[in-house]
Structure formats: C-alpha cells, structure tokens
C-alpha cells in the first residue's frame, strides 16, 4: 500500500534558525496535505498543494509539491518557540479510488531559546 | 461553532471488555475518519466513510468496527480491546466526499487497554 515518509523524525534548533522537513510518498500523489500539531493537540490544516511543482508561503511557512508529485517539503524561516510541535504531510494517491489519505510519520519540531 | 467532539477524551480499560469512542460533526461534512496515532508511526486511517451507510477500510482496520447511520455521527467501536490498541485515536471529518479538502480533527481520545 502506500507509503509516507518523512525526514527528520526529531529537529531542535535554536530560536531564528531555519527548518526544513521532508515528505516523501512511494506512489504518485493527486494533491499533498501539510498538518501542524502542537504538543498535547490535534492535528490543524495548514495548506493543500495540487500542481506539480508549486510552491506557497505563508507568511515564514514556505510548502513545495514536487515535479514528479510524489515528494514535497516544508521550509519555516526564523523559528519562533510558536512554531514548536509536529508537522505531518499527508497524501491522496491517484490509484485506488483515491478515497483515502495516507500521512507521514511526522516531523517533532523543537525550538530553544 | 463549527467543531468536531469526541468522547471520552480519556479511557481507561481492561483487555476483552467492549468500548465505544463517540465522534460527532456539526458542519454537515460528508467525508469522515478514524486514525491512531502512534510515536513513530504517524497517523494511520482506520475507517473512513465516504456518506451515511458508506464506510471502508483503511490501513488498520482490524480489531475495530464503525457504522454512519447518520450523517454527523460515526462511532469507533472495539467489540474486544487488546494492549496493542493503546493509542491516541482522532476522528476527522471534510466537508465534500473525499480526503482531498482540509480535515477538521476533534480534540483527541486516548485509550489505555490494560
């Protein structure tokens, strides 16, 4: 079935340092779903990309969908201690029905004075 | 406002005995889901439902059931909990028949099978 990888498991870095979390899928996907979840919450959308290659931000927040639509990443500039907690992609294949989305492993973001 | 609940928010129970996980949706969303969430492992689906009376699996469907028999409600029921379903589930609904549109999760169950 499926597969969603994500690269790191763990990132500390200090306050104003970059992070960038990798998403990887075994199969093509339609569209790639990023997810944010603070420590001790739920799971929150932050955006949805669809189009080969396409790049968003949001506002520090920069998300990419891969050429090939199988992998995407998440790049935050200038870490705030608000942005601590996990980042999950979360992906539709094409094949299947596309009925269900399949997430990562997530990526556990801590951030330190 | 527009929420997805879950009950209880925390369960803890022995192995064999029957449990029910409430999961209701006040945004009239089509598409709903359940998920465990393991340290490692991410979120993995465990059913989903496309509509009322429309469900199927999902990566790890065993050792639960669920049933849409109307639209907001979508219940997560494990007739005989073992150790192994210790988790931290999640139910999710979207507001259009599928999984490509923003997921709204409700706050969280965690179950403890002893």
């Known amino acids: 079935g499926q597969q969603v990888m994500q690269i790191p498991q763990y990132q500390h870095v200090q306050e104003g340092e970059d992070f960038t979390t990798y998403c990887n899928s075994s199969?093509?996907?339609?569209?790639i779903q990023w997810y944010k979840q603070r420590p001790g919450g739920h799971p929150v959308f932050l955006i949805q990309l669809v189009k080969s290659g396409e790049v968003k931000k949001q506002k520090r927040l920069t998300f990419q969908f891969g050429e090939a639509k199988k992998n995407s990443s998440l790049h935050i500039t200038a870490t705030q201690t608000t942005d601590v907690g996990t980042y999950f992609c979360?992906?539709?294949?094409?094949?299947?029905?596309?009925?269900?989305?399949?997430f990562g492993t997530g990526t556990q973001l801590k951030v330190e004075l | 406002e527009a929420q997805v609940t879950q009950n209880p928010r925390y369960l803890i129970t022995v192995t064999g005995k029957k449990l029910t996980v409430t999961c209701s949706q006040n945004?009239?969303?089509?598409?709903m889901s359940w998920y465990r969430q393991d340290p490692g492992l991410g979120l993995r689906q465990i059913y989903y439902?496309?509509?009322?009376?429309?469900?199927d699996k999902g990566d790890v469907p065993e050792g639960y059931k669920v049933s849409r028999k109307e639209k907001r409600n979508f219940p997560l029921i494990l007739e005989s909990p073992s150790p192994n379903q210790t988790s931290l589930y999640f139910c999710?609904?979207?507001?259009?028949?599928?999984?490509?549109?923003?997921?709204?999760f409700g706050p969280g169950t965690r179950l403890t099978v002893t």
């Open positions: 999710a609904s979207s507001l259009f028949g599928g999984p490509s549109y923003e997921q709204y």
């Open positions: 439902s496309m509509n009322v009376e429309v469900t």
């Open positions: 979360a992906g539709v294949g094409v094949t299947g029905g596309g009925n269900k989305l399949t």
């Open positions: 945004m009239n969303h089509e598409y």
């Open positions: 199969t093509t996907l339609s569209n």
